[in-house]
């Protein structure tokens, strides 16, 4: 993915959307806002407009280098994320928080005769990490042992016995969020929540209430379908349901029985979508690819049309992250939806002749950072029963170019680990992480917590026998696999 500079972002306002039938997005008016408060607009980190020339070789046909212009239905200047992260008419959660609350707060009431114990706890609640995934706590299906470690520190398994606040922070997609904590709490053996997890594309979500039908890209099966229509989206078309309709959009595609049993397809000729969304990297570039150009050359979205105009009358597309590269289980890592992206922007440069204008969301993007701090403020409460931002917040990623570039960018402290797609032992030229670069999440936490708690903080509770030296820990060489000595950690 390339790098940014502070010249990328710029530090705006947020904006609060208006109670109207039509939503401002720079000088561009957007239909179908519900009027309510549920959606923030956050400025954009970066051009909407693609910079697919620099990337390019002569192409077979040459583009026609007409005046850019933006799109009337892009959102470009701002990225809708929502307001809370919990749903208010949950009640359910919100009354199983306020009872967890209140026994959090019953059992600190119990400790106050400490005072200096209550103040290493004050601090404790005035910190909070924010994990990448990928690369940081597991390798695809496989964990990283630190990964498991850290997470029981965090989650009571110290000398204070108290929970530390985290959250996780993904560019991955493609399934709903219940579906991948479950998946991550069995890989980690350590409760997550949804209510601390933020994928590439949850503050999407927002984007529900601005369009009706749209087309879902990428993912396994029908899931991505599944994500969009718990997110509240109306009318929600893949291209398995395009491809049932007609065929012949995509001729080197075969197109199986049990595919066909499983889509819903419609005549696609007298329907307008009015959105695309990239959730998840596509399983079928070839197919997905040529939709999606339909569509960009449409008028207003209707396959079987072309644009006279198709700048114009272009509809928007959303990406749920920008990530050309993504750690997996093989040993390196492998091309992500960036890669289909710039694949698409060169294409349609080659074609239309002009840039692709397009919204991004997922990590660098500020919009990803806002969210997670309404995230943050919601799980301290839910620990602790305090609905505040703690004020030392430690991003810890494996990714320069979106975990350390955006951590940077928002203000927050940040980490870097070699487990994942950076592996060198010097820190990155363009995205340097403030913290510095580290073995794996085992030595970063504990780089923070000693920071902030000073050295020597144990990281086993008082049931096993009171503080560990944690420097006992050993540093493995790059030529194996790191793992923190149970003795390190369990005493």
Known sequence: MPGFDSSDFFDGEVIISPPADEHQFGNINIPGGTGDDNVVEVPASRSSLADSTSRMHSLSISPSFRDRRRSRNSFGASLPIPRRSIDPSNKQAISHRDSLAAQVQSLAQQRKDDQARDEKIEKLKNMAFVFDIDGVLVHGDRFIPEGRKVLRILNGENELGVKIPHIFVTNGSGKPEDARCEQLSNILEAPISTHQFIQAHTPMRALAEFYNTVLVVGGEGYRCREVAELYGFKDIV??????AWDPTLAPFRVFTDEERKTS???DFSKINIEAIMVFSDSRDYATDLQIIMDLLQSENGRLGTMAKD?????????FSHGDLLCPSEHWKPRMSQGTFRLALEAMYHAITGVELERVIYGKPEAATYKFADTVLQEWLEEIHGEYRLPENVYMIGDNPQSDICGANGYGWNSCLVKTGVHQGDDNDKENPASEGVFDNVFFAVKHALEKQLGKGFGLVGPQD??????MEARRPSLTDTPVVPESAIEG
């Open 465 to 470: 026998g009171g503080k560990v030296d944690v």
């Open 264 to 266: 819903r397809p419609r």
């Open 310 to 318: 198709p700048v114009s009358s272009r509809i928007p597309i959303y």
């Open 238 to 243: 893949v291209p398995n349901d395009i491809v």
